[in-house]
């Protein structure tokens, strides 16, 4: 089932995983898409999106490889699709593309990082 998107796009405390990097980064990755979704055209909020991104897949795939997380390589291969998916994108961006990010960041955190809560 599919989490509904939060409108204003914010983290809130529904998607605290309880390691507070990680809330942090998350909080980070919000306010992100935000700014790309605030204004489309912009190549600076969406290279800023990148790089958050990339920063918190190797915080969080750090962690996860250093407890021994049996679904590492899955959750692996999943940021990997979307951070290519996100690299390949030029500005303007379309209304599509942030939804689809939206969706996949809340999605993401409420269906496959909070299989980690506690494991860390």
Same mark, same amino acid.
Do not use: C, R
């Given at each position: ?17 309880? #390691?507070? !990097? ?17 204004? /489309?055209? !912009? ?28 679904? #590492?390589?899955?959750? *692996? ?9 996100? *690299?390949?994108? /030029? ?10 990010? /939206? ?11 909070? *299989? #980690?809560?506690? /494991?860390?």
């Amino acid at each position: 089932m599919s989490e509904k998107i939060p409108e204003p796009f914010v983290w809130d405390e529904s998607f605290k995983v309880f #390691y507070d !990097n990680l809330d942090d980064e998350h909080k980070n990755l919000f306010k992100a898409v935000f700014n790309v979704a605030a204004d /489309k055209g !912009n190549a600076g909020a969406l290279k800023n999106l990148v790089d958050v991104t990339a920063h918190h897949f190797s915080d969080e795939e750090g962690m996860m490889q250093k407890s021994g997380h049996d679904n #590492y390589p899955a959750h *692996k291969k999943i940021h990997d699709e979307f951070l290519t998916k996100i *690299k390949g994108l /030029k500005s303007p961006v379309d209304d599509g593309t942030i939804h689809f990010a /939206k969706d996949w960041l809340v999605n993401h955190i409420k269906g496959i990082d909070f *299989k #980690y809560k506690g /494991k860390l």
